[in-house]
């Protein structure tokens, strides 16, 4: 069984604080790992990591998979009251009929504070 | 207008009344699924579909069953609803794409249970 572990589950910061959010998995297959952002609607997507030690990087967000290790962080610098959100951490197995079929994490929830 | 529509949004029922939640997409995209979101628990998938003719069940399909009425609309059916199906649920599509991964959602249908 396919399994996403996220911490920590919740997190407040003030503004202007650097934080980084953990996701560790284990999956048959791996194929891709994604990071989400979901503020009080549906999720919104933000990261797919499918090769170790590459970072991606849109602003002050960045994110970096270690495939040995089974682990995802994602960073955000400099946050600001509107990163405070639930951020949904998921993995996908390879093969067609595993495609969209993830797995998610917990989430955590982070709070920013002015 | 939104690419992945839900509705009802909020519906509140009492236990034992048969739910209907719509979903429909103007995205084109063949692949359709339902996931269901519980605090501490994170997203959790009940049904999945490839195509029209294809119907496929997902982590928790017990309670629950759907039907592809085309390629952009796919609902999910409480026949017999209870209170540990109140939840956030989340109707998402996807295209088949090695090289993107992303979920597409819908809004979320809150769903309480009485």
């Known amino acids: 069984e396919d399994k996403v572990v996220q911490s920590p589950l919740s997190l407040v910061v003030h503004e202007g604080d650097t934080v980084t959010l953990n996701c560790s998995y284990e999956?048959?297959?791996?194929?891709?790992l994604l990071w989400y952002k979901q503020e009080k609607k549906a999720p919104t997507f933000l990261f797919m990591l499918?090769?170790?030690?590459i970072e991606k990087k849109s602003g002050r967000l960045s994110s970096i998979l270690d495939k040995k290790e089974l682990f995802s962080i994602l960073n955000i610098t400099a946050t600001q009251t509107g990163d405070s959100a639930i951020y949904l951490c998921?993995?996908?197995?390879?093969?067609?009929?595993?495609?969209?079929?993830?797995?998610f994490g917990q989430g955590t929830i982070l709070t920013v504070h002015p | 207008d939104a690419d992945v529509t839900q509705t009802p949004r909020n519906r509140i029922t009492k236990t034992g009344k048969r739910i209907m939640l719509e979903c429909s997409q103007t995205?084109?995209?063949?692949?359709m699924y339902w996931y269901r979101q519980d605090p501490g628990l994170g997203l959790r998938l009940i049904y999945y579909?490839?195509?029209?003719?294809?119907?496929n069940k997902g982590e928790i399909s017990d309670g629950y069953s759907v039907s592809r009425q085309a390629q952009a609309k796919f609902s999910l059916s409480l026949e017999s609803a209870i209170p540990n199906q109140t939840a956030l649920y989340f109707c998402?599509?996807?295209?088949?794409?090695?090289?993107?991964?992303?979920?597409?959602f819908g809004e979320g249908s809150r769903l309480t249970v009485l």
């Open positions: 998402a599509t996807s295209d088949f794409g090695e090289n993107t991964g992303e979920l597409f």
């Open positions: 499918t090769s170790s030690g």
């Open positions: 995205k084109g995209h063949d692949r």
């Open positions: 998921a993995v996908g197995r390879r093969g067609g009929t595993s495609y969209g079929k993830l797995t």
């Open positions: 579909s490839f195509d029209v003719k294809d119907i």
């Open positions: 999956v048959t297959n791996f194929r891709s």
